[in-house]
């Protein structure tokens, strides 16, 4: 299908969708508005290179442990096999579509040009079943990103893959850099994310009473903690009856680099018996928090620093209020024999001094300058179990209208949740500022609890069509979703 130029964005960002257009204006700045080239142009740097990875994605099998499952990925690898870029320099992804339907690529996180942002029919074509496209573009900032398709469910199968950007001033203080990626996982064991799904909606006509629908509880997500309980809960793609070892020199710091690439988990990392520095949050560098475990929501990025006393100390992540968790075992180099504690201990930690927002303070180089916003709107995240729908002020995507925005602009939104269950909300192409304080941390994803309202800033310096969505890949199918829209 051909690409709607500005004026006219035509989308179906759920691909089960009925294929409407939301209501964007012929003002609207789209994905070939010679403002996004322009933008790009900004972003270049001197002396920088290309770094240009070529990547298939297709039906595999894979192992997890004891098991082989059917799934989809990233170059038969799960997670997809990292991918590493510096700062300021290209990025370019040749990637083969082998799956039997269409997909995209988003990059998650990343401040970077419009029609290269991965959102089906809004900022490009579908990539059909058998078909490639090369994405190509400026890598803005340094951190902990990842990438994902933007398609149905296809985000809940195997296709996900770390994304880290180096800074081009060189690494800092650390002697070991281990992503720890995390996922919940069904696909292959007896469902698929389809499935799933189609019984999610199938329980509207049931009468499931008051109370929890699930009942998976968490008090630190405010009531239900999701709406799927996942037979395997994945890190590094290695279920936790065979945990990953992380080798750390004696005496060694290690930067461990948390992503949820989850689907519908919140997961609570600890390391036993250590605390863990929190120097970094979904990318962006933070006052060094020092914390005995972290709540991770879908789609959000911690980096933590970790000098772990001799020995072998699990490393747990506990989905948040559901049955199981992910492991991995950090490892001193003096440890000779001896063993971990096995899988399936409860670190004392996951209890301990747990990371809140009010403890993340934007370092210097993060901050935002003091601004009185220019447009400040609200969006209440609305929906429910039965019938299952979720959305934004109760209009499912695409019909909630844009959110209206010009460049130059800084942009503060509300978010009222007025439903019953947690929300990791996330905003594509910028990074925005969590609360009004100056010194408030730089995200692009942020988790809302029931009752809660949260508010974020951000200047709109990246023109083009953004998608604002909850990251639980179920909510986002069901409907919530919104735009930010650069009109002129
Ligand atoms: Cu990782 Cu539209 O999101
Ligand atoms: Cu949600």
Redesign the pocket.
């Known amino acids: 299908m051909a690409l709607a130029g500005a004026g006219a964005v035509a989308l179906t960002g759920c691909s089960s969708g009925s294929g409407s257009t939301p209501a964007s204006t012929s003002r609207a700045v789209g994905p070939e508005d010679p403002a996004v080239a322009r933008a790009e142009k900004r972003r270049a740097v001197k002396g920088s290179t290309v770094t240009r990875y070529a990547l298939t994605a297709a039906a595999a099998t894979v192992e997890l442990g004891s098991r082989e499952v059917a799934t989809w990925a990233y170059g038969a690898a799960i997670p997809g096999k990292e991918m590493r870029v510096t700062a300021g320099d290209t990025l370019e992804v040749a990637l083969s579509n082998d799956l039997p339907e269409a997909t995209s690529i988003?990059w998650?996180g990343l401040a970077i040009r419009n029609d290269m942002d991965g959102?089906p029919d809004l900022t490009q074509p579908q990539i059909g079943a058998g078909k490639s496209f090369t994405y190509r573009f400026t890598v803005p900032d340094p951190g902990t990103y990842w990438f994902?398709p933007?398609m149905g469910l296809q985000l809940d199968r195997g296709l996900y893959c770390p994304l880290i950007v180096e800074e081009r001033s060189g690494a800092g203080a650390y002697d070991v850099d281990q992503v720890l990626i995390l996922d919940d996982w069904l696909d292959g064991t007896g469902t698929t994310p389809d499935e799933t799904l189609a019984s999610l909606k199938a329980m509207e006509g049931m009468d499931m009473g008051s109370g929890s629908m699930s009942g998976m509880q968490s008090d630190l997500l405010g009531g239900d903690a999701g709406d799927v309980s996942y037979p395997l809960h994945l890190l590094n793609g290695r279920p936790s009856e065979d945990r990953p070892t992380i080798a750390v020199p004696a005496g060694g710091r290690a930067r461990l680099r948390l992503i949820n690439a989850g689907s519908d988990t919140a997961y609570r990392v600890a390391v036993t018996g250590q605390k863990m520095t929190v120097t970094h949050a979904d990318g962006f560098e933070v006052e060094p928090a020092e914390v005995d475990t972290v709540l991770i929501g879908m789609?959000e990025r911690y980096d933590v620093i970790v000098e772990p006393s001799s020995g072998s100390w699990p490393i747990v992540a506990l989905a948040e209020g559901k049955p199981g968790a992910a492991e991995a075992v950090l490892v001193t180099s003096d440890v000779r024999g001896g063993s971990a504690p096995a899988p399936g201990s409860r670190p004392p930690a996951l209890d301990g001094r747990l990371l809140a927002y009010s403890d993340l303070v934007a370092a210097e180089s993060s901050r935002l300058d003091r601004r009185a916003p220019n447009v400040d709107e609200q969006l209440v995240l609305t929906g429910s179990m039965t019938p299952y729908a979720w959305s934004f002020d109760s209009k499912p995507y695409p019909e909630r209208p844009p959110v209206e925005i010009s460049e130059g602009q800084r942009v503060r939104l509300r978010f009222e949740n007025r439903s019953d269950m947690w929300h990791p909300i996330?905003v594509?192409g910028h990074t925005f500022r969590l609360g009004r304080a100056d010194t408030g941390p730089r995200k692009d994803t942020v988790n809302v609890l029931p009752g809660e309202t949260v508010e974020v800033d951000f200047d709109a310096v990246n023109p083009g069509q953004w998608?604002i969505?909850c990251?639980n890949t179920y909510h986002l199918e069901g409907g919530m979703a919104a735009l930010v829209s650069y009109v002129r």
């Open positions: 988003h998650h959102v994902h933007h789609g996330h594509h998608m969505h990251h």
